[in-house]
Each structure stands twice: as C-alpha cells, then as structure tokens.
C-alpha cells in the first residue's frame, strides 16, 4: 500500500471528522461511511463517493477493502492520533483502554481479532473501535491501516506484534501485585 496515498487518505477523513485544524465534520459523508460498516460488504453510493477518490489506481481486493474499513472505523470514532497514540497497534492501544477496565472486554475483543481472518475482521473491529469510542482512547488510524493491509500474512506478524504490545510486561504485573499481596497480608498478621 502507498504510504502517500493513505497518508492523504487518513488527512482527508480527519477533515472530513471535523477535526483537523480549521475543519467542520461533514455529517453526510460521515454517516455514509458508517452505514457502510452496517451494511458490509454492501458498499452505499455515498460511502464510494469519500472514498474512491483516495484509493492508488491499482487497489482492488483486500487494499482496497482496508481503506473502506479505515474510512468507517473513522466515522465511528473520529480521532487525531495524539502524540502517546503514534505509532500504536491496536494491541497497545486495547492494553491502554484495559488500564481503566476491571473486565476483560479489551482482551477478549483482542483474542477475537487475533484469531480471524480477514473476512471475519470488520464485525471485531467495529466491537474494538466501539470500545475504545467510549473510553475515548485514540487510535492512530495510519498504523491501524498499515496492519490491516498485512493482516493475512502467512507468518502471522500483525497479529503477533498486537498479541505481544498488549500482553507485554503482564508477567511482571501478575509477579508485583502477588508481591504485593503477600506483603499487604502478612501485614495484618502481627
């Protein structure tokens, strides 16, 4: 995938998400591309319209099939990749989202993703992109764009890299909060 062509495909739906600098959210195009995560693979003629214009001349099959993902998990949660989201795979990005969270939810909706293909990959995200919709967590939709244009690697790296940001470091957090507790009960035995 062109780096240039998404890279200007990612400034335009924040334009169009209202949130570039000096830009209005553009309601119509926006709904349109959420509509379109409703109605996958069935593409509305509107949804086309934003899109179309940004995909490389030669996108067919699953490149051009991520950039309508992108545009409608965008229209879902519209978001500037701030500074500490830069760069970020999802897996690190659910992993922020889990700090907040006493549940599971961010790491099941991971171990649904991990384990789809790509097929299966627009209904997991959209359940991912809810989540973190509504812990108002930033995603940084170039990255996002770039795994997806790779997801269904015979090696697997993307949903390697998103299994290692999001569990790394875990053994060391069980270790300590066990720690913890050993020292927070023997505490109470005097």
Not at 18 to 28: F, V, Y
Not at 152 to 159: A, M, N, P, Y
Not at 176 to 183: F, G, I, N, T
Request: aromatic share 8%; glycine share 8%; net charge negative.
């Amino acid at each position: 995938m062109k780096q240039d062509s998404s890279a200007r495909f990612i400034s335009r739906l924040e334009t169009l998400g209202g949130i570039a600098p000096g830009s209005n959210p553009d309601r119509r195009a926006l709904a349109a591309l959420r509509r379109s995560l409703a109605t996958w693979p069935k593409l509305p003629p509107e949804a086309v319209r934003v899109v179309a214009p940004f995909l490389p001349e030669h996108a067919t099959g699953w490149w051009e099939t991520v950039y309508y993902l992108i545009g409608g998990f965008f229209a879902l949660h519209p978001c500037l990749s701030s500074q500490e989201a830069y760069g970020l795979s999802l897996g690190k990005t659910l992993r922020q989202a889990a700090s907040g969270d006493s549940g599971l939810g961010p790491e099941r909706r991971l171990l649904a993703l991990l384990g789809c293909k790509s097929e299966d990959l627009p209904s997991h995200l959209r359940h991912a992109v809810s989540y973190l919709r509504a812990r108002d967590v930033s995603i940084d939709y170039r990255q996002l764009m770039r795994d997806l244009s790779w997801w269904d690697t015979v090696e697997g790296d993307v949903q390697r890299r998103w299994g290692r940001d999001f569990w790394s470091g875990t053994l060391e957090e069980n270790q300590q909060e066990s720690a913890e507790s050993v020292v927070e009960e023997n505490s109470h035995v005097h």
